[in-house]
């Protein structure tokens, strides 16, 4: 079975810094990667995904993410925030070749303050 | 764009009531999904289906049944409504196939259970 540790509930930060969303798995078995993101009053939204290839992967809206297979993390990252971006976001694992199954994370709550 | 319905963004029901939360995707997706959202909790899997009439368990079935007569249509049921039933329920569609086929989300319905 996977599972999926979001590091901090949540994470303030001031507008044009840069921010790190941390997330951790666990898996005995290869798997996808993802990371959504759920705005006030809405449903969620795929930001970026890792299936394979390239560790570093870009998503919309200037986020990006590394998969560390030895670490077994997929953490995100934007070099530069806006207010905009105040939003939470969802780490979640897939296992490879397996059940059509999402297993998310707890969620991380990011506020970006002007 | 694939477009996932929710029949409502907010309910409120009085314990013991039978419940139906309804959603809808017009993509033709063979897979679809009903998640509770509860804080601190992250999305937790009830029920999921891969076609018509079929369904699976996620990780928190007890208390809830699912109906799939159409293929656009997957109805979450509260067959006796429950205060500990209060929370956010998400639908999800997904095209089967590779990997790269992305889970989109409808807005969420918000159900109060007094």
Redesign the interface.
């Known amino acids: 079975a996977q599972s999926v540790t979001q590091l901090d509930s949540q994470v303030p930060v001031f507008e044009e810094a840069p921010v790190e969303l941390r997330c951790n798995y666990s898996s005995s078995v290869s798997v996808y990667l993802f990371w959504y993101v759920q705005y006030p009053n809405q449903g969620l939204q795929l930001l970026l995904k890792y299936l394979s290839g390239s560790t570093l992967v870009k998503g919309i809206n200037g986020f990006e993410a590394e998969f560390n297979k030895s670490q077994t993390s997929f953490h995100l990252r934007k070099p530069s925030v806006h207010i905009s971006d105040t939003a939470e976001y969802f780490c979640a694992v897939r296992q490879e070749g397996g059940s059509e199954k999402l297993v998310f994370g707890k969620g991380t709550k990011l506020t970006v303050n002007p | 764009d694939v477009k996932?319905t929710q029949s409502s963004r907010y309910l409120v029901k009085r314990t013991g009531e039978k419940v139906f939360l309804e959603c809808v995707q017009d993509m033709d997706h063979e897979?679809m999904?009903w998640y509770r959202q509860d804080p601190?909790?992250?999305?937790?899997?009830i029920y999921?289906s891969?076609d018509v009439k079929m369904k699976e368990k996620?990780d928190i079935p007890e208390g809830y049944s699912v109906s799939r007569e159409k293929k656009e249509r997957f109805s979450l049921i509260l067959e006796s409504a429950s205060t500990n039933q209060t929370s956010m329920y998400?639908c999800?569609s997904?095209l089967?196939g590779g990997?790269?086929e992305?889970?989109?989300?409808?807005?969420?319905t918000r159900l109060l259970v007094l």
């Open positions: 996932v897979n999904f601190g909790l992250g999305l937790r899997l999921f891969y996620g998400l999800a997904r089967a990997p790269e992305t889970q989109y989300f409808g807005p969420g």
